[in-house]
């Protein structure tokens, strides 16, 4: 899957391909590939595309989008949600620090914002791979140092990735194909797969995160030994831009700039970290982060609530134009967002009354009611991508869905996927008929105004929340399922008793997301797949262990063209849709931001880059003049 490093932090999930060297005589990708054909041994090659050729050849100084001129200095405040309690990657169920400090890890290789699916070097010059993908050499930069002096080495690489398959559980799955790291000369490090033809495997090992073996192994100031599988407030040595410069546990953090930084000038870095300090404030209210931003207490502010977009920014510096609001367009992912339901349990094992439930979500009301009309629904696990499937299945998708046919709902292949319409009294009665047939067929009845089992026992559902402001959401779709007799019952907890419950499956239905990469590929097995289902803290977040489906991810994994992996996917989306797995919710298309007008960025932003902030963007001192000093 092509996921950035710092997604892959924020979120459990990640979203990016490495150009020819010497050896290779400067060719595209592409002609290396049959360079490689022919020799004994693999060509080295200075960057990844999972398919098609890469934009930039070897060499290139820069990338396109960036301000090679871009100020360096100034700092930026922003807002990160939640609390920490530790700066160690290794260890799961602890995103809100590491949604902070994904700047200062680096991994092999970095994205580039222009392309799909494109990495290039960061730590590693170079990369090697034979033609069936069945291991892959990456080889290190000479110049590549951590903070203390130290170069980073293959035992440093080695070592990140046992540590991260051992005590991290979605590295443990995403990287599980990789049997084997080994030493392969003094500066290049040769990971062998399980099995040949998985193209993507290559670039999911250049997105490691490298830690420093020396320093995890060593003893800290307390005279301690360090032990990376534990949680840490120890400022972790690392080799990035930046550095943990001060934090107050739990409330926020200081990153600086690390002047001698040995990446500063390599071409993948040109026009990047700009800001001296980069700070964040950590807040567990959304409506008080907001404040804070009207207030000057942070620049940035990436906007989630259609309500708060056309209610909350209606205040004197917005009309003054010292805020500024932007909204940038999403093109580089597509996202299921839903109301997942846990079908481990008994009561959401038949598809039936997980359709009914979808009936009952009267969308249109609520997006006109409480979203401002600005929401779209999502009809798709790709939504928002050209791997959604829509109308009927043909061509080479049909193929595809021809050899799980007899596994599948019938529907896949005779009728188009689309949610039950609301929005007027005539449409919500009618899907409330529906969702009641539904219930009915699957051995529900009313009985007392309740709906009751074969066993008598009432139909209850609890809606598990973490986030007090979606409440209202679930308080809006309370009342549809309360008319079928249905109990609901709706729980605000907070984040780590949160993070337990899903851990250990003790849900009945959360809302859940999962954003799509342009090329998705083994994140799918940890989304859907059988293996992820009994795994504590898995993606898989609603439990779906199916035959046919894990057909579909794997033949999505080894596809061989692009046209290939759109059809695979495709055929995976309709199968997903049918089973009726979730409520499907609302996507926007473009991300909402709002900043203090303190800064600058490139003319033509990257294509796949959305804001791309801070990443590209620089401190403006005379805008910053001119709208005065900060609160």
Known sequence: MNISRRHLLQSGAFVAAFPLLKTAADLP?????????????????HSLSLFGDVKYPANFKRFDYVNPDAPKGGAVRRIAVGTFDNFNPVVSGVKGSLGAIGDIFESLTVSSLDEVSTQYGLLAEAISYPEDYSWVTYRLRAEAKWHDGKPVTADDVIFSLDALKTYHPFYSAYYRHVVKA??????????????????????IVGQLIVLPKHWWQGTAANGEKRDVSATTLEPPLTSGAYRIKSFVPGRSIVLERVKDYWGRDINVNVGRNNFDELRFEYFRDSTVALEAFKGDQVDWRTENSAKNWATAYDFPAVTDKRVVLEEFPNRSSGIMQAFAMNIRRDKFKDARVRHALNYAFDFEEMNKQIFFGQYTRIASYFEGTELASRGLPSGRELEI????????????FTTEYKNPVGGSPENVRGNLREAMKLLKEAGYQVKDRKLVGK????????????????????????????????????????AAQYENRLRSWDFDVVVSSWPESLSPGNEQREFWGSQAAAKAGSRNV????????????????????????????????RVLLWHHFVVPQWTYGKIRTARWDRFGHPDEMPKYGMSAFPDIWWFDKAKADKIGKRS
Request: glycine share 6%.
């Open 29 to 45: 990708l592409s002609t290396a590939a049959h360079a490689q054909a022919a020799a004994p041994e693999a060509a080295w090659t």
């Open 182 to 203: 080994e030493k392969n000369g003094e500066r290049d490090i040769k990971f062998t797969f399980d099995a040949p033809g998985n193209r993507e495997l290559p670039q």
């Open 401 to 412: 869905l021809e050899t799980v046919r007899g596994q599948v709902p019938a529907e896949v």
């Open 542 to 573: 609603v439990g779906i262990a199916d035959p046919a489906i894990d057909k579909l991810i794997e033949r999505v994994i080894f596809t061989k063209d692009r046209d290939d992996l759109v059809a695979a996917t495709k055929a995976l989306d």
């Open 455 to 494: 066993d008598g026992a009432p139909f209850e559902i609890e809606m598990l929340t973490q986030d007090p402001s979606f409440e209202r959401v679930l308080l809006f779709f309370k009342p549809s399922l309360e008319r079928l007799g249905i109990t609901v019952g709706i729980r605000t907890v907070d």
